[in-house]
């Protein structure tokens, strides 16, 4: 079982930039592929950005290609997600979570689910 916790949410304004932590329970983390997802008020979850057992494979919601980057540390249990040129439309509860499956771009196969944090980006 992996338990996970988010951290580093907060307010930013437009054009700023945040760095979300995700810190993971278990000793079984690296067999885990992770993502992230985010509700916006009165959204669906949605996909963000996911990324293979070992690192080397990154995937992301073309809504936010070439501002947001995740990485993982297997060695620290850790999962993050830089954000940068943050914009309005990225407000939202950010969810990381843990699937041993090989499609990441939805929620149903991930098995694990942090309890989220808070991101606000306005002026």
């Known amino acids: 079982q992996v338990q996970l916790v988010e951290s580093g949410g907060g307010l930013v304004q437009p054009g700023g930039s945040l760095r979300l932590s995700c810190a993971a329970s278990g000793r079984t983390f690296s067999s885990y592929a992770m993502g992230w997802f985010r509700q916006g008020p009165g959204k669906e979850r949605e996909f963000v950005a996911a990324?293979?057992?070992?690192?080397?494979?990154?995937y992301y919601a073309d809504s936010v290609k070439g501002r947001f980057t995740i990485s993982r540390d297997n060695a620290k249990n850790t999962v993050a997600l830089q954000m940068n040129n943050l914009k309005p439309e990225d407000t939202a509860v950010y969810y990381c979570a843990a699937t041993t499956g090989s499609y990441y771009y939805t929620a149903s196969p991930y098995d694990y689910w942090g309890q989220g944090t808070q991101v606000t980006v306005s002026s």
């Open positions: 990324i293979s057992w070992s690192g080397g494979v990154t």
